[in-house]
């Protein structure tokens, strides 16, 4: 498409340059070489039209920044949906991991899987998040475990994105799990993140971010600490899983440390929450893998909002804890179980995530920000979780590229 005119807004909503929600009615949005022009009330957007853009009517449907999903796994191969049902039946997350299920038997399909495959994968995940509204993704590794698969797996995400519409930011994690391998020896996997593949990635030049899953039958406080320092020297940001399953103080440390994002954060406390709030890191929350496992405690939203963090929410897409790329969902559950109003909601999808990767000026709307912007099925904000259970998304428009949503 040419310069792009959006018209017949029912409500655009968006985060202004000082970071304030902003919602207008009669509005419109002037797109010029891929970024905003204009945008505001009609009759102001009006006066800064130049030639004849294309004109897209929005038919009275909301209009806002498009979505970025920052914390999910894209590239693995394989299923887990035996799992699903074993969790049903009884058996927990950390029982199946401790038969050899979980992460290490998607590591297992993951590394018999080609190249090729994963990029075909990756790239239809892809695809399937842009219908939904998601207009960047953060995309982990972690299902290699050795240098050389970790190293094809962020090669994969560079590769399925490297001209797609969707925004794809890397992340290493090499520390997602023990490998079958090093059962006997955690010490030389953690030599093995620290010597060999940090400063292999790093030299690749593609992951943006490091991860440690730290958890109860994950990686420990002191492990991921000696990671993220190792990391932190090479020029990587820090992300974490962190207070999933159990409280074991990392979030101290990883603040401290200077983490951009701690992520579950299902057991956390108030002193995390104020720890948080401190060192300026997003509090970034999932409630899908919560409902997914069958669990009932979710993360306490109102803690965190209450205490002044910056709250993202996110899918976490992966085989074994939230088969789920559709935002819209994460959405509803937010609502329902994180009890966060429609502003919050759309603040932790859009621009607060954005600040967790580094990319908040591109959410902060001005002229010259890059258009991404979804079209709504529905009218107002107050309406976004309402219609459960389907596709609310009309459009998406991404620079100067109009995408249909179904």
Not at 19 to 43: M, T
Not at 194 to 218: R, S, T, W
Not at 330 to 359: K, Q
Request: charged share 25%.
């Amino acid at each position: 498409m040419s310069d792009i005119l959006i018209t017949t807004i029912g409500e655009l909503v968006y985060f202004s340059i000082d970071d304030q929600l902003q919602r207008v009615k009669n509005a419109e949005i002037y797109i010029k070489d891929g970024h905003l022009k204009s945008f505001g009330h009609k009759n102001i957007v009006s006066e800064n039209v130049i030639g004849n853009p294309d004109l897209i009517d929005a038919g009275g449907g909301l209009v806002t920044p498009g979505f970025v999903d920052c914390h999910t796994h894209l590239v693995f191969a394989g299923t887990r949906a035996d799992e699903f049902w074993r969790r049903l039946s009884g058996e927990t997350y950390q029982d199946i991991a401790r038969k050899g299920g979980g992460i290490l038997s998607t590591v297992r399909a993951t590394r018999d899987a080609s190249r090729k495959e994963l990029t075909l994968l990756a790239r239809r995940r892809l695809d399937e998040m842009l219908k939904y509204g998601t207009t960047v993704v953060e995309a982990k590794s972690g299902y290699g475990l050795t240098t050389e698969d970790e190293l094809r797996l962020l090669e994969v995400i560079r590769d399925a994105s490297a001209d797609h519409p969707v925004r794809v930011i890397p992340t290493f994690l090499g520390a997602h799990a023990i490998p079958q391998e090093f059962r006997t020896d955690r010490e030389g996997y953690i030599n093995l993140i620290c010597d060999e593949m940090l400063p292999a990635a790093a030299g690749q030049g593609i992951a943006k971010f490091c991860d440690v899953f730290c958890d109860d039958g994950a990686f420990t406080v002191n492990e991921m600490e000696r990671i993220f320092i190792r990391a932190s020297e090479l020029g990587f940001g820090l992300r974490a899983h962190l207070n999933e399953f159990a409280n074991f103080g990392g979030v101290r440390v990883a603040c401290e440390l200077g983490a951009v994002s701690i992520d579950h954060l299902t057991k956390s406390t108030e002193e995390d929450a104020k720890t948080i709030k401190e060192a300026g890191c997003v509090a970034v929350l999932l409630p899908g893998t919560t409902f997914f496992l069958g669990e009932s405690e979710y993360a306490d939203a109102r803690m965190f909002i209450d205490e002044g963090c910056r709250v993202a929410i996110a899918t976490d897409f992966n085989p074994g804890s939230s088969m789920c790329f559709n935002i819209q969902a994460i959405i509803s559950l937010s609502a329902v179980y994180l009890r966060m109003t429609p502003e919050e909601i759309l603040r932790a999808v859009t621009v607060n995530p954005a600040y967790s990767l580094g990319i908040e000026d591109e959410f902060l709307w001005r002229e010259g920000t890059p258009a991404r912007i979804n079209i709504w099925n529905v009218q107002t904000l107050d309406e976004i979780v309402y219609p459960l259970g389907g596709n609310n998304m009309k459009h998406i428009i991404i620079g100067d590229r109009l995408f249909n949503s179904l």
